[in-house]
């Protein structure tokens, strides 16, 4: 399939392209590795946090990981996390929201494609009015996603928090309606919050570098199994379910 420039007024083909687009498994799994390497995260859990996690994984369900935003260089230590944690075995089955902006320079795309990246048209980059069918096709993409087979990585807060590293911000319904859209489908999602910390900050207005974001502290609460119906609701859960995730590597780091 003839792959589309990532374009708001192109959006129909984008998000038809990404519903079928399939990673490069081996490709992934030695990238997740370097940057393992690179990076060198520490990955901690709650109490029985990775057995859950463990046995979430084995069950096959779709799993929506909802995680804070806190730098440019995010994806990269996520990435690196994962190969670090149960999450290895499903490299290469992980669908990752990402900015648009991500897929327009050749090589950089190729990277986001790699890493299972889906574009997102932001309302803050577009104008939400112009973004509103393009956002209700991202969300039916995620949605069918999961329901075959697929998982789905989301930071929720929309964008990179420059306010207090250790406060999650706001949280828009997105993950809310996937979620609720998924369930229709027959596919319930589990949701797992994973907190991020790269350790105090001075500024939180300034980015931390490649330097300060190596030996950042990952933390895994439990799974929830059991969403609330309500896309409302969800987003609201999963604030909450962050924020504790978030407490935890602040408090592990």
């Known amino acids: 399939m003839r792959q589309p420039e990532v374009l708001l007024e192109n959006s129909d083909a984008v998000y038809d392209y990404y519903l079928r687009h399939r990673q490069n498994r081996l490709q992934a799994l030695a990238a997740y590795a370097l940057l393992a390497r690179r ?3 520490r990955v901690f859990f709650a109490g029985g946090a990775r057995e859950q996690v463990r046995q979430l994984l084995r069950s096959k369900r779709p799993v929506i990981y909802s995680l804070n935003h806190l730098s440019q260089s995010d994806p990269y230590t996520v990435a690196a996390a994962a190969w670090r944690s149960p999450l290895r075995s499903r490299i290469g089955r992980v669908r990752v929201l990402a900015k648009d902006e991500l897929f327009v320079e050749a090589d950089q795309r190729r990277k ?22 393009a956002g209700q096709q991202m969300m039916d993409v995620c949605a069918r996603r999961l329901a075959s087979g697929d998982h789905l990585a989301i930071f929720p807060e929309g964008t990179c928090n420059d306010v207090d590293p250790t406060q999650v911000q706001s949280v828009g319904s997105g993950i809310g309606h996937i979620a609720f859209r998924a369930a229709k ?13 790269y350790g105090p900050r001075l500024d939180p207005g300034v980015e931390p570098t ?37 407490d935890g590597a602040v408090k592990a780091y």
Request: charge should be positive.
């Open 112 to 133: 986001v494609d790699m890493m299972g990246g889906i574009p997102v048209f932001r309302g803050k980059d577009h104008g939400i009015r112009a973004v509103n069918a």
């Open 185 to 197: 489908l027959g596919a319930p999602p589990a949701l797992v919050s994973l907190g991020i910390s």
């Open 39 to 41: 990076y060198r995260p």
């Open 210 to 246: 490649r330097e300060e974001v190596q030996s950042s502290a990952f933390y895994f609460n439990p799974p929830i199994l059991d969403l609330p119906q309500r896309p409302g609701d969800i987003a609201r859960l999963v604030k909450s379910d962050l924020q504790s995730a978030v």
